[in-house]
Structure formats: C-alpha cells, structure tokens
C-alpha cells in the first residue's frame, strides 16, 4: 500500500510539474541520425537508455514519434514502463523529450507529426505534455482515438 501511495505521489507531482510548464526544453542533445524520412536521438536518465525516433510517412505526409527504452542499449534490468522505476527522475526524463521534440521540430519543420498512448495512466500525462508542447511551439494540437490508442496530432498553423 505504501508503494502505492509514493507511486501516486510521484505521478501527481510530475502532473504537476507539467502543468506549471517548468519542463526544461534545452537539454543538451546529440542527434544520432538525421535522414530525409528519419530523426533519432538517445539520452540516458539514471543509467536507464531512452531513444526518441521521428519516422516520415511519404504517403499520409506525416512524422511518427516513437519514444522508448532504446533495447540495442543493455540495461541493468527491464523496465515496465517508460518513467518505470526512476522516480523523481522522470522530470529529468520529460525534459529530454521535450527537448528532442523541439530539436525534431526545429531540424524537419514537420508539417505534421503524432504520437500516442495506448495506457490510460500515460495517457493523463502525455495530454498534458502535448498541450504544453503545443503551446510553446507553432503546432495545433488535435486528439484523435485509433484503435483503443489515443493519438496526439500536431499540425503547423497556417499564417
């Protein structure tokens, strides 16, 4: 019951922290590859390998974002989840996302690009992270449902 309650806990706090928009958007990043249909960079947070992977679709004009413990890395051990078991690191964490979005963004000035939830408790968090993405760049936020995943879809505003 206590694990219960210090997990809740962390995840109110980063809501929080989300909320309050102090995610920091300047983290360090090194671009590990960089092709006309693909974007990828990899960040460690508490010894755990992350990579962020933006992948073009030519025929629905629109960048994939896939977020993930990077598997070619070896971690100590697996991982259920992407904050899984670093704590009050996973604000550390969101700001490197937030960061290689921004960086994604700046380098492939995407048209359109998405990413999704297929987890209710990520879910929450992910909408608030979109929305304080969305404002802080020049990309509309639109949410759509697709196949019990819940898909958050950026589109450039028009001038």
Not at 22 to 36: A, G
Not at 74 to 96: D, M, N, Q, Y
Not at 105 to 126: G, H
């Amino acid at each position: 019951m206590r694990w219960l309650c210090q997990e809740k806990e962390k995840q109110v706090r980063l809501r929080e922290y989300l909320i309050n928009e102090k995610i920091d958007l300047s983290m360090p990043l090194n671009v590990t590859k960089n092709e006309w249909d693909m974007f990828e960079t990899k960040f460690t947070v508490n010894n755990i390998k992350y990579r962020f992977l933006a992948v073009r679709d030519d025929e629905e004009d629109i960048w994939e974002v896939i977020f993930n413990i990077d598997k070619d890395m070896p971690t100590k051990k697996e991982v259920s989840g992407i904050t899984g078991e670093i704590g009050i690191k996973a604000f550390e964490l969101f700001s490197h996302l937030g960061s290689a979005l921004v960086k994604f963004i700046k380098v492939k000035n995407p048209e359109t690009f998405a990413f999704s939830s297929d987890q209710e408790s990520r879910t929450k968090l992910y909408d608030r992270f979109a929305k304080m993405i969305a404002q802080k760049t020049k990309y509309k936020l639109s949410n759509e449902v697709f196949r019990g995943s819940k898909n958050f879809v950026f589109k450039r505003k028009k001038k």
